[in-house]
C-alpha cells in the first residue's frame, strides 16, 4: 500500500521556521522525483519545490527561492521541506508529491498558517 505521511506544519508567527517532512512507503521511494505543493483557501495548488531522483537536483518557485530549501534521504525514504523567514502568504495546506513512470502518489496535506 503506497502511502505518503506529512508532518511538522502548525502556526509560526512572520519571520518564524518549519521543517516538513514527508515519509514514504509502499514504493521505490529513490526512484521518484518528489515534489512539494501547498494549496492556500480559494487558490489553485501550486508547486513549490522539487527534488530529482538522480543527481538530488532542486528546484523552486521564485516566491520562495532563497527562504526554503527541498532535500531527501533516500535511506529514510524521506523528503524534507524547510521554511525559513515564513510570510502570511506562505499559508496554504502543504502536500507531499511523488512523481514517477507512470505514476504519480499524493499524501494527505499538512497545515501551515503564519501568522501574528
Known amino acids: 500500500q503506497v502511502q505518503l505521511v506529512e508532518s511538522g506544519g502548525g502556526l509560526v508567527q512572520p519571520g518564524g521556521s518549519l521543517r516538513l517532512s514527508c515519509t514514504a512507503s509502499?514504493?521505490?521511494?529513490?526512484?521518484?522525483?518528489m515534489r512539494w505543493y501547498r494549496q492556500a483557501p480559494g487558490k489553485e495548488r501550486e508547486m513549490v519545490a522539487g527534488?530529482?531522483?538522480?543527481?538530488?537536483?532542486?528546484n523552486y518557485a521564485d516566491s520562495v527561492k532563497g527562504r526554503f530549501t527541498i532535500s531527501r534521504d533516500n535511506a529514510k525514504n524521506s523528503v524534507y521541506l524547510q521554511m525559513n523567514n515564513l510570510k502570511p502568504e506562505d499559508t496554504a495546506v502543504y502536500y507531499c508529491?511523488?512523481?514517477?513512470?507512470?505514476?504519480?502518489?499524493w499524501g494527505q496535506g499538512t497545515q501551515v498558517t503564519v501568522s501574528s
Open positions: 527534488i530529482f531522483s538522480g543527481d538530488s537536483s532542486t
Open positions: 509502499g514504493f521505490t521511494f529513490r526512484n521518484y522525483r
Open positions: 508529491n511523488a512523481v514517477g513512470i507512470p505514476y504519480t502518489y
